[in-house]
């Protein structure tokens, strides 16, 4: 029950990253279209840095307590880089954890 909670701790971290660092990229992409100053450039891109490489951490941890195969880690990392794509795969981690929920109980 424990790691069982742990791992759902994960999963949550890893999604308010994903959603916080997701959420980042499109601001900068906003300072590439000139929609906002580029006097932010420096702080987003410092912030999403962070993000970013929270998000890989967090997601090579749940993979590997999770088993997942380097292929779905793979998925999760190009997700981080294409704009919206992180909203797919919340979708669909969410749509698994239901899933495993309902096979415990």
Same mark, same amino acid.
């Given at each position: 029950?424990?790691?069982?909670?742990?791992?759902?701790?994960? +999963?949550?971290?890893?999604?308010?990253?994903?959603?916080?660092?997701?959420?980042?990229?499109?601001?900068?992409?906003?300072?590439?279209?000139?929609?906002i100053?580029?006097? %932010? +450039?420096?702080? $987003?891109?410092? %912030?999403?840095?962070? *993000?970013f490489?929270?998000?890989?951490a967090?997601?090579?941890t $749940?993979?590997?307590?999770?088993?997942?195969?380097? !292929?779905?880690? *793979?998925? *999760?990392? %190009?997700?981080? +880089?294409?704009?919206?794509?992180?909203? +797919?795969?919340? %979708? !669909? $981690?969410?749509?698994?954890?239901?899933?495993?929920? *309902?096979?415990?109980?």
């Amino acid at each position: 029950t424990q790691s069982r909670s742990s791992a759902a701790s994960d +999963v949550y971290k890893r999604q308010v990253i994903s959603v916080a660092e997701g959420l980042s990229y499109l601001a900068i992409l906003c300072v590439t279209l000139d929609l906002i100053s580029r006097d %932010f +450039v420096f702080y $987003l891109g410092m %912030f999403h840095g962070l *993000l970013f490489m929270i998000y890989l951490a967090l997601s090579l941890t $749940l993979a590997e307590k999770k088993g997942w195969s380097i !292929l779905i880690w *793979l998925t *999760l990392f %190009f997700a981080a +880089v294409v704009p919206f794509a992180f909203l +797919v795969v919340e %979708f !669909l $981690l969410r749509k698994e954890s239901a899933k495993e929920e *309902l096979a415990i109980a």
